[in-house]
């Protein structure tokens, strides 16, 4: 993480404000801790907030606020953040059923792994997943934090469609397809949860800078009454 923000124009209405150079839970939560700050302190001419991994972007309008003026304000900011700003906002639990055609990539990530697939199903659900970002399509959340041993590689050739809801590992990240799309991760599960809706406000139910726990269901039974009761999140819980 940078001692200091450095600031590149995106543009002629878009700061990016970079806080650091890696991919890194501590820089991660400075991005989304600065988001908030903007969001709370209304800055005049600013139209529209984005958070990456290590930077964020800032949207404004030039005709109420200049590049400079933008920056001074973003920069008095990150100056006043403080440990409590970096913590989390929510803790969502997300219920998974692992392997069998849910996750059709369950046997290749253990194999690679050297794992019994029940060893990949603990691995993976008993870690808490910081929300990075979301990117690639909407509401997908790129999710920190996973064991490197679960590392594999993407698929030599992309799937043309790929279920909501499929949970995927791609090299050392992994991450929940929110819509049916192409992708190349690897599956290892899939949720019945809707994770992203388009008249749902918000319509993405993981948000940049939440914290998502996995809980393994126990049956494709089990799997489908959630579906059918179109739950949209289980619990959300506050972090402590």
Known sequence: MYDSPSFLHAGDQALVVELGDSIDLKTNRRVHALMRA?????????????????????????????????????????????????????????????GGQFGPDLGFVASHAGLHPMEVVDLHSGVDYPVFMIGFSPGFPYLGGMSKRLAAPRLDTPRTETPAGSVGIAESQTGIYPVASPGGWRLIGR???????PERVPPSLLAPG?????????????????????????IAERPS
């Open 38 to 98: 903007v969001e709370a302190t209304p800055v005049p001419g600013v139209t529209d907030v984005v958070p990456s991994y290590r930077s964020l972007l800032v949207n404004y309008d030039p005709l109420i606020i200049t590049a400079t003026e933008l920056r001074e304000r973003v920069e008095t900011l990150e100056k006043k953040l403080n440990d409590r700003d970096v913590k989390p906002k929510r803790v969502v639990r997300i219920p998974i059923l692992y």
């Open 191 to 197: 949720t019945p949860l809707r994770m992203f809706h």
């Open 210 to 234: 939440d914290v998502v726990r996995f809980e393994p269901l126990k049956s494709e039974n089990e799997y489908l009454r959630l579906q059918a009761e179109g739950r949209h999140a289980l």
